[in-house]
Nanobody, 121 residues
Framework: QVHLVESGGGLVQPGGSLRLSCAAS????????MGWYHQAPGKQRELVAV?????????NYADSVKGRFTISRDNAKNTVYLQMNSLKPEDTAVYYC?????????????WGQGTQVTVSS
């Protein structure tokens, strides 16, 4: 059974930092591309950052978070992280972890349950 469990969300003031974690179980973690998405009320879920599989995965970020957010992974711990700095009120959303298998696998992608991030003074 596959589980993606996010943690680290909460309330933070503008300009503050949070570190989200997503612990995965039940998948061959190192083979999966891992991503973070967010969804604000009334809006569609959007990609925030993604890191490819392997020990030195390449990364890609939404323009809105470049230079502020950093995605990383620890394959030994089956965990992906999202370091969020210089947070803005518009970063407020539920943040979801995503695991995407290699394209040539007959496997599905998986989602975590989400963690709320609120940026407010």
């Amino acid at each position: 059974q596959v589980h993606l469990v996010e943690s680290g969300g909460g309330l933070v003031q503008p300009g503050g930092s949070l570190r989200l974690s997503c612990a995965a179980s039940g998948i061959m973690f190192s083979a999966y591309a891992m991503g973070w998405y967010h969804q604000a009320p009334g809006k569609q879920r959007e990609l925030v950052a993604v890191i490819t599989s392997g020990s030195s995965g390449s990364t890609n970020y939404a323009d809105s978070v470049k230079g502020r957010f950093t995605i990383s992974r620890d394959n030994a711990k089956n965990t992906v992280y999202l370091q969020m700095n210089s947070l803005k009120p518009e970063d407020t959303a539920v943040y979801y972890c995503n695991a995407r298998p290699p394209a040539n696998w007959s496997a599905r992608e998986y989602w975590g349950q989400g963690t709320q991030v609120t940026v407010s003074s």
